[in-house]
């Protein structure tokens, strides 16, 4: 079955420190990957996509993510987070040929000042 | 800007009751689609819709069904509240093609009691 799996649940960290978060899905076939954001009491915003092309993607924010096809991932990463980046993270999978979104299980993610 | 508005934030229900959310897009997207979010569970496919008067079954569709008679507009029903549809629902909308960005609503939060 196609699945995603955000294996990071809960993240906290300090103002300016790295942040990397981990995406993986079991598909072999060609997929869409996203990564979408959920601040508290907002609706989720798309950060960033990857469809094709540079396997480094760079998105909203100073957020990128690199896909890798050999490891079926798709890594989030910040080199300095900001208190503002408290939120949750969502990696999400369009698997080739379907309209249909497969939403990880999210990374809450915690920046303290 | 895309705009998906959901009818209404917070809901109470009795158990028992039918209850319908309302999803109204602007941007005369072909697919829409509804979510339910629940923490450590991450957001879960119930139904989605490809056309007007089509649908299709996602993860969890059971308990629910769904209507589609206009393109803008998508209603999520539960024919009989239950305690463990207590959650987020959250309507999405996208335009056809694969791969395309889906646009999120704020959110209706349903409790059961």
């Known amino acids: 079955a196609q699945s995603v799996s955000q294996h990071n649940h809960h993240v906290i960290l300090s103002e300016a420190a790295s942040l990397e978060l981990g995406c993986n899905y079991s598909y072999g076939g060609t997929v869409n990957l996203f990564w979408y954001v959920q601040y508290p009491g907002q609706h989720l915003q798309l950060l960033l996509k990857y469809f094709s092309g540079d396997p480094l993607v760079k998105g909203i924010k100073g957020f990128e993510a690199e896909f890798i096809k050999s490891k079926f991932s798709f890594n989030l990463r910040k080199p300095s987070v900001q208190w503002s980046d408290t939120a949750e993270y969502f990696c999400a999978v369009n698997f080739y040929n379907t309209d249909k979104l497969i939403f990880g299980t999210g990374t809450r993610l915690q920046v303290f000042p | 800007d895309v705009k998906v508005t959901q009818s209404s934030r917070y809901l109470v229900k009795r158990t028992g009751e039918k209850v319908f959310l309302e999803c109204v897009q602007d941007?005369?997207?072909?697919?829409m689609f509804w979510y339910r979010q629940d923490p450590g569970l991450g957001l879960r496919l119930i139904y989605f819709?490809?056309?007007?008067?089509?649908?299709e079954k996602g993860d969890i569709p059971e308990g629910y069904s769904v209507s589609r008679e206009k393109k803008e507009r998508f209603s999520l029903i539960l024919e009989s509240a239950s305690t463990n549809q207590t959650s987020m629902y959250l309507c999405?909308?996208?335009?056809?093609?694969?791969?395309?960005?889906?646009?999120f609503g704020e959110g209706s939060w349903l409790t059961v009691v």
């Open positions: 941007m005369d997207h072909e697919n």
């Open positions: 819709s490809y056309d007007v008067k089509m649908k």
């Open positions: 999405a909308s996208s335009p056809g093609g694969n791969g395309n960005t889906i646009y």
